[in-house]
Every structure is written in structure tokens, then in C-alpha cells.
């Protein structure tokens, strides 16, 4: 099985412009959660989507946002963007809703100048 | 909500000795417990994980050790080798038909010096 893949691997923008980024989860598993990685913060968590649903989101402003197709592929939008957006973007899969076991993607870093 | 915390920030062991990484979590409700490791440029990988109701789990040269009580939980790495030289993560959840929603440690940066 291929693994959680997200594109692109690298992303640069300018503040004030905004950004998608796309995540397509194992296959045949549901729920897609999305996690921002910086140096400092370590991994927070942003949402989770099942089943086309968000199920849980945590304490981002709502500039962050996402959504889940039909296929259980996931794009995560970030709009006007900071300088403190500047990070890595994990992606990552599981089968279904409330599983522990998370498969991650490899992420997208995204720089924002 | 909850909150993990997680020590040391770095250690740095010789090969062969054991590493202990230690976190505490605040939400009693929680009860689930995985670590990640993740290698310089790579994803995060599950490594290990421990649920609420079970005190100690081994596989090979790691162990996970759950205290309810004192809400804390450590990862153990015997006979280190230079391969588990990375960053490890510890998290905590509460595992609900709710959804998945993991909160995470600010990381261990484990160097294992030959």
C-alpha cells in the first residue's frame, strides 16, 4: 500500500497571500488529521475530517481551514498568510475516526516571506 | 484542554547505555499514550503506544511505563545504537468514536554517541 502522501513537499509565499495544501491518506482509511511541526511548539494539533465531516479542530484562528472530498483525500487552506505560519504541515491518516494509529505523511514545508 | 510535558528537551547517551524520556499529562481523562520517533527530514512514526488500563508494554529495546495516578508515563531505550539517534515524541489522547485528536510533547532530541 502506498503510504500518506502530501504535495507539494516545499512551498514558498509572501505574507498576505494564501496557500492549499493537499493530503491523500492510505488507502481505504477515513479520517485525515492535519498537525502543524515548529522548532519551538512541537506538533499542535489544526482538525481532523472523516467521512467529508470535521470532527474535532484545535486553536488556530480561522484563517486555517480544510476540507475532505469523497474519495477521503484532504486539502488544508491557510489564508492571509503570517510569517508565524512558517512551518511543517503534517498530514496524517488513519482508518477510521477515534483509531489510534496514525500514519503520517512527510509533510509540506511552507516558508512564508 | 489538555497538556503534555515532556523531558528532557535533549540527552545524550553513549552506545549501549539506556535513554529514559519522560512526560506528564494534565487531563485525567486520557488514555491513550503513543511516542513517535521521528528522524531528521522524515515523517513521524509510531514506535510504541500504551493505553490507560495497561501499566508497562515492551517490544525488543523499548518500553513504555504508565503512572494513572501521578499522570506521567516515560519511554525506555536499552542498548541504544547509533540508529536511534532522533527526535522523540510523546503524545496523549482520549480515544472516543469522537474522533482522533492527539496532543504532543515539544519533542527529545536523543543522540546516541559511539
Not at chain 1, 488507502?27 to 489544526?46: A, C, D, E, I
Amino acid at each position: 500500500k502506498a503510504g500518506v502522501t502530501q504535495t507539494p513537499r516545499y512551498l514558498i509565499k509572501t505574507r498576505g497571500q494564501q496557500v492549499t495544501l493537499s493530503c491523500s491518506p492510505i488507502s481505504g482509511h477515513r479520517s485525515v488529521s492535519w498537525y502543524q511541526q515548529t522548532p519551538g511548539q512541537g506538533l499542535q494539533f489544526l482538525f481532523e475530517y472523516f467521512s467529508e465531516t470535521q470532527r474535532n479542530k484545535g486553536n488556530f484562528p480561522g484563517r486555517f481551514s480544510g476540507r475532505q472530498f469523497s474519495n477521503s483525500r484532504s486539502e488544508m487552506n491557510v489564508s492571509t498568510l503570517e510569517l508565524g505560519d512558517s512551518a511543517l504541515y503534517l498530514c496524517a491518516s488513519s482508518p477510521v475516526t477515534g483509531n489510534e494509529k496514525l500514519f503520517f505523511g512527510s509533510g509540506t514545508q511552507l516558508s512564508v516571506l | 484542554g489538555e497538556n503534555v510535558e515532556q523531558h528532557p528537551s535533549t540527552l545524550s547517551v553513549q552506545e549501549g547505555d539506556s535513554a529514559v524520556i519522560k512526560c506528564t499529562y494534565s487531563d485525567s481523562a486520557s488514555n491513550y499514550f503513543p511516542w513517535y520517533k521521528q528522524e531528521l527530514g522524515k515523517r513521524p512514526q509510531l514506535i510504541i503506544d500504551i493505553r490507560s488500563n495497561v501499566g508497562e508494554k515492551k517490544d525488543q529495546r523499548i518500553a513504555v511505563t504508565l503512572n494513572k495516578t501521578a499522570k506521567h508515563f516515560s519511554l525506555h531505550i536499552t542498548e541504544t545504537q547509533p540508529e536511534d539517534s532522533a527526535v522523540y515524541f510523546c503524545a496523549a489522547s482520549i480515544l472516543t468514536g469522537g474522533g482522533n485528536k492527539l496532543t504532543f510533547g515539544t519533542g527529545t532530541q536523543l543522540k546516541v554517541e559511539l
